[in-house]
Structure formats: C-alpha cells, structure tokens
C-alpha cells in the first residue's frame, strides 16, 4: 500500500504565505508526476500544480508567479509553495501521486485565506 500525508495547511491573512508537504510511504519504487490539486464545496477538484520526475512544471493559471511546486525524489516527497494568497485560495488541498500502479490521494489539508 502506498500512504500520502499532507502538512502545512491552516489559516493565513490575505497576501501571505503557505508551504504545504505531501510525504509518501509503502511500496514505492518510482514516482511519475507529483501533483497537488484543490476543492471547494460544490465544485470539482481542479488542479493546482504538477512537476514530472524529470521536474517539469505546470501550473493552474490563476496561481502562476504565487505558486511553486518541487519535489525530493530521494523522499518521495512534494511541495507547494504559496505566495500572494488571495481569499479565493481557500480549499481543501490534495496532493496526488502516480505511480506505475496506479494514482494516490492524500486525505487533503484545509487553507484558508481571510483576515
């Protein structure tokens, strides 16, 4: 089996900053893309970042020059760093990992942006 455990969510004023961790454990042997997506009520889950294992990046348009994902392949680990945030960041974070077996979900960590 293979666990994803998230850190680093909370509550933060508008135009501060977040650093969330996702760390993976069980049988891992490779890891393709780390990703990191979000969710608000009524609405579907939306990606936020992507890195390869090569470390090339995507990014969701509306977090483009705030957002910065990177990974330590030695850790199985991934990382979003937030800049700027805006209130319309407030979400449940997801980071997701796909392995030749299959794709795997954290349990999700909640920010939330407000003064």
């Known amino acids: 089996q293979v666990q994803l455990v998230e850190s680093g969510g909370g509550l933060v004023q508008p135009g501060g900053s977040l650093r969330l961790s996702c760390a993976a454990s069980?049988?891992?042997?490779?890891?393709?893309?780390m990703g990191w997506y979000r969710q608000v009520p009524g609405k579907e889950r939306e990606l936020v970042a992507v890195?390869?294992?090569?470390?090339?990046?995507n990014y969701a348009d509306s977090v483009k020059g705030r957002c910065t994902i990177s990974r330590d392949n030695a850790q199985n680990t991934v990382y979003l760093q937030m800049d700027s945030l805006k209130p319309e960041d407030t979400a449940v974070y997801y980071c997701?990992?796909?392995?030749?077996?299959?794709?795997?979900w954290g349990q999700g960590t909640q920010v939330t942006v407000s003064s």
């Open positions: 890195i390869s294992r090569g470390g090339s990046t």
């Open positions: 069980g049988r891992i042997f490779s890891v393709n893309a």
């Open positions: 997701n990992f796909r392995l030749p077996s299959g794709q795997y």
